[in-house]
């Protein structure tokens, strides 16, 4: 399969404490993209980060990419309650035309 | 539109009963995908269109399930003889699908939430 897995699949962490949340995937990729889920909704992207890049950073987001490893992290600092959802990394193959997403790691904050 | 719209939120069925769920992308969006998200867990590609091109159907589960999109626009997913396992929430996403950084980042609707008795 070319689906992502994301570790953990739950994290639980004060609120103000850094979260990291990694994700490995199988095959050469073009670009690798974060994207959280609130409710069992719908899903909202966060960052894109190409396969020539290696960090990337958004706000409190920082994202890296180890292509030799096919493996990606990202790092949520200061975190708030309101960051508590579910995140996804989902990735774009080359010669491919859709998106693989992860199974997902489940962020609680606690205030 | 604004964004990407889903329609019904949320449809309870019997056994047995079609359903149709529909999607409304972006206007100006070429790419459009379906994928079905069981409770707790992630994202299950379905169906993608783009533009013209023949759909990639590789991820519908059973001769059960079938999309189309009218006009490049509106696409319907229609689940005939739906079972149990069939209850997930379905999203819909668009994206422009040109050939630029932000091509397929996707724009995701709010979901339609199947659940079958």
């Known amino acids: 399969s070319q689906q992502g897995e994301e570790d953990p699949q739950a994290l639980s962490i004060q609120e103000g404490e850094n979260a990291t949340m990694n994700c490995s995937y199988k095959?050469?990729?073009?670009?690798l993209q974060w994207y959280r889920q609130n409710s069992g909704r719908g899903l909202v992207h966060l960052i894109l980060?190409?396969?020539?890049?290696r960090e990337k950073h958004s706000g409190r987001l920082r994202v890296t990419l180890d292509t030799s490893k096919k493996s990606s992290s990202l790092l949520i600092t200061a975190s708030r309650a309101a960051d508590t959802a579910s995140y996804f990394c989902?990735?774009?193959?080359?010669?491919?035309?859709?998106?693989?997403f992860g199974q997902g790691t489940r962020l609680t904050i606690n205030p | 539109g604004a964004g990407v719209s889903q329609s019904p939120s949320n449809k309870v069925t019997e056994k047995g009963k079609d359903v149709e769920l529909r999607c409304d992308p972006i206007?100006?969006?070429?790419?459009l995908y379906w994928y079905r998200q069981s409770l707790g867990q992630g994202l299950e590609f379905l169906i993608y269109?783009?533009?013209?091109?023949?759909?990639?159907k590789s991820g519908l589960p059973s001769d059960r399930f079938s999309a189309e999109r009218t006009g490049g626009s509106v696409s319907t997913l229609t689940i005939q003889r739906t079972q149990q396992e069939d209850s997930a929430v379905y999203l819909c996403?668009?994206?422009?699908?040109?050939?630029?950084?932000?091509?397929?980042?996707?724009?995701f609707g709010a979901g339609s939430r199947l659940t079958v008795l």
């Open positions: 269109f783009q533009g013209n091109s023949a759909p990639d």
């Open positions: 206007s100006g969006h070429t790419a």
């Open positions: 996403a668009s994206s422009s699908g040109q050939r630029s950084l932000g091509a397929n980042v996707l724009t």
């Open positions: 989902a990735t774009y193959h080359q010669g491919a035309q859709k998106l693989v």
């Open positions: 980060i190409r396969s020539n890049e």
């Open positions: 095959t050469s990729i073009n670009n």
